[in-house]
């Protein structure tokens, strides 16, 4: 069974940074692109940002573009998201899933709140 544990959310203020993990185990980890979903308070969920089975290709929604950076070590089997010069808009539950088009498996998700 799969199994995907985000964490490294919490309170951070307008302009700081956060770094998000997703930590996976059931599926042989490598073999997927894998992604970082976000759901606003009253929206739906909203694609982030996505990188290859071998790190050397990434994707970003355009409202996030320059700000975050989305990693992997496929040793460690952890999926990384760098979030920087974050916004209030950028509060949401985070969640990781595999895949790039269409996702499988999800996590839980971290809550990222950005507020003064």
């Known amino acids: 069974e799969a199994q995907l544990v985000e964490s490294g959310g919490g309170l951070v203020q307008p302009g700081g940074s956060l770094r998000l993990s997703c930590v996976t185990s059931?599926?042989?980890?490598?073999?997927?692109?894998m992604s970082w979903v976000r759901q606003s308070p009253g929206k739906g969920l909203e694609w982030v940002s996505t990188?290859?089975?071998?790190?050397?290709?990434?994707w970003y929604a355009k409202s996030i573009e320059g700000r975050f950076i989305i990693s992997r070590d496929n040793a460690k089997r952890t999926l990384y998201l760098q979030m920087n010069r974050l916004e209030s808009e950028d509060t949401a539950v985070y969640y990781c899933?595999?895949?790039?088009?269409?996702?499988?498996?999800w996590g839980q998700g971290t809550q990222v709140t950005v507020s003064s």
């Open positions: 899933a595999s895949g790039a088009t269409s996702f499988g498996d």
């Open positions: 990188i290859s089975w071998d790190g050397v290709g990434t």
């Open positions: 059931g599926f042989i980890f490598d073999d997927y692109s």
